[in-house]
Every structure is written in structure tokens, then in C-alpha cells.
């Protein structure tokens, strides 16, 4: 409660800051073509004063009224939330939330490992492109492993309604992989399954279990947000696996890592020219190495990102990390119209990862579009 509390303050804090200097600057130009010292007996400088003396007053009188406003509103969703017969859920409105927590690798060296948490990624990524569930971010579910969470506190920290966990072998060109889906009140499991089947299998199986736990959620529905062929990288598991072993590497924000993770994703490109993920993937890692300093700033280093993210668009426009990706380079750019085209796009075809929102949301703000794009960065 207390945490969606802050953000209405915050946002009406924001919007309050953007309005009152807008008006200012509305005042400080309008007002030299009025004589205004006739009308009201006040001098220009004297009214814009007093204009500043107002709206430093009514900032703390708009935020009390959005407390004690928002809060009732809040106290009222926290009783129908909660209560076990409440009509949101009943009818729909209140969106399930979900953890896709990492699989255990029951492989004997952690020479897998990159697979393992690529896999249980590609999961999450799957989950989030489905608006009627609320999915926890890549990096929030990781977290829970990387920073030793406590499974209450982590369910009880995110209010959580259900966990998805499981576990992972890897045996030659075999996948034993085995997934469970249960609810955070009582820990009951509500499915699970067990699969054995060939690497090459692996968007099947992703997309089974996915599919599975949404009908076990919410029943039957339209999975037209789930056209996997629109989305699929690759054919080729050789292509597939060195995706994601760059992606995890990526992931280590390291110089040595980064270097690494290139290696791989050229090799990913080399095996499966058509893998639009693996050029997208290359560009974003090409990002981290120029922001972060890695490789020296130049000409050639721009070009070549913005040469494989096109390239991932040209070979599937449904892929949203591109979109993203292109998005932040136009917004850093401030080639706002560009990057809303890409950031719209990005969050059709995804509406539920974090990164997507938050540029959207950025590019919103930008285009004066500020109510949309501060819901966006809440």
C-alpha cells in the first residue's frame, strides 16, 4: 500500500513541477502584452511574484489532498484485493502475479549453467508478452537466487500469488526438465509436469508449460499474444545455444565477460545468419561496451550497432528487443519521433517487461504526453 502511496505522490509531485513551470513560462511571455498594472494595480514583476508565491504555497496543499484522496482509494482496492470473495478476482480485473523463480541445474558441473537460466529467461520473456497476468521482471526473479532471498520474504516482498519453479538436466542432445506452479498462500501445487525430449524441443516444451499454467490460472484464452513462430530465433540449437550463452554473459557486466559474450554471439550469428535474437543481442552488448567504456568510443562502434539492430528488425519485426533497443538510441539521439515509432512498437508487441516501459515511458514524457508516460514509469 504504502509503496503504491509514494508513487501517486511522486507522480503528482512531477506532474505539479511540469505544470507550474509551464505556466510560468506561459506568464512570464503573455503577460508583456497586457498592461496589466492598469487592470490590477500590480506591476508585471509584481504579479509573477505573486504567481510564485501561490504555487510554492498550493504544492504542499495538492499533495495532502492526493494522500488522504488516494489512500482511501487504496484502503478501499487493499479490502476487495484480498478478500477471498472478491468480485475483481471473480470477474477479472485483478491481474494474477507470478514468479518465474531460477531452475535448479542438476547438471554435475555448472558447464550448463548458461543454459539452465536461458531457458527459465526465455520463460519469463514468454509470460510477459500475456497482458492477462502480471509477470516479475528477469532481473527480480534472479535476484532471489543471486541475493539468497528468503522464499517468504521474497513471495511476501512482491505480494505474490503464484511461483513457478523447477529444475533442469542436461544430458548429451537431452533436456530432462521438470516444472511445478504453486500458490504462495498454502504452497500447494496446482500442476506440474516432467518432460525428457531432445534439445531441439525446447520452444515446444517452453511453450507448453507456459500455455499450461495460464489455463491453470485464468482458464481458456485467446494466445494470439503466444504466436511463438513470429518470435522463435532459431532453428538451429547450436545457434540457440550460444545466443544464450552471450545473453548470460551480457548479463555479468564485466569487461572480460563482455568481450566473451561477443565471441558468442558471433558464433551464434555464424551458425544461423537468420537468428535476428543473436544481432539484437550483439547490438545491445556493443552498448554495454560503449557505455560502460569497454572499447573506445568511435565512429565504427556506432555504426556497427546500429548496423545489427537493423539487422534484427529487417529479419523479424516482431521482435521486441530490437524495437527497445532502437528505441533507446533514438531517445538518447532525441530523435523523439523515431523512438516513439520503435517504443510503440516494443510495447504492442511486449506490454509487460520493465525495459520496455520504463523507455516508453521516458519517450512519453518527452512528446508531452506526461499522465501516459509517468503511469509507464510507476
Known sequence: MYKTLFNNLWKATTAYIVGSFALIQFASVSFTYFDLETSFGLTNTEIMKLLYVVLAIGFPSTLALVFFFKKDVIDNN?????????????????????????FTNLNKDDDGSFLVDGIVEDLITEFSMIKEIEILSRQTCFDYRDKNYDIDKFKNDFDLDYLVSGSIRILDNRLRVSVELSETIEGNVIWSNKYDRVKEDIFDIQ???????????????????????????????????????????????????????????????????????????????????????????????????MENINKAVELNNNDF??????????????????????????????????????????????????????????
Open 78 to 102: 487493499e479490502v476487495n484485493l484480498h478478500h477471498p470473495l472478491s468480485d475483481n478476482k471473480k470477474i477479472g480485473a485483478y491481474k494474477q502475479k507470478i514468479a518465474v523463480i531460477p
Open 321 to 378: 528487443e530490437a524495437h527497445r533497443m532502437l528505441a533507446e538510441v533514438h531517445l538518447s539521439l532525441h530523435d523523439f519521433e523515431k523512438a516513439l515509432l520503435h517504443g510503440t512498437k516494443a510495447f504492442q508487441l511486449n506490454p509487460n517487461d520493465p525495459r520496455v516501459t520504463s523507455v516508453y515511458g521516458e519517450i512519453l514524457v518527452r512528446v508531452k504526453k506526461i499522465p501516459e508516460g509517468l503511469d509507464m514509469l510507476e
Open 207 to 305: 511453450d507448453e508449460i507456459v500455455r499450461k499454467i495460464i489455463i491453470s490460472l485464468i482458464g481458456e484464452i485467446e494466445f494470439s499474444s503466444l504466436e511463438r513462430s513470429k518470435r522463435k530465433p532459431t532453428e538451429n540449437i547450436t545457434s540457440y545455444e550460444y545466443l544464450l550463452k552471450g545473453k548470460d554473459l551480457h548479463h555479468k557486466f564485466t569487461k572480460e565477460a563482455n568481450g566473451k559474450a561477443l565471441i558468442a554471439l558471433d558464433a551464434s550469428i555464424n551458425a544461423d545468419k537468420s537468428n535476428s535474437q543473436a544481432y539484437a543481442w550483439k547490438a545491445c552488448a556493443l552498448g554495454q561496451a560503449y557505455g560502460r567504456g569497454y572499447i573506445p568510443i568511435s565512429d565504427e562502434l556506432y555504426k556497427s550497432i
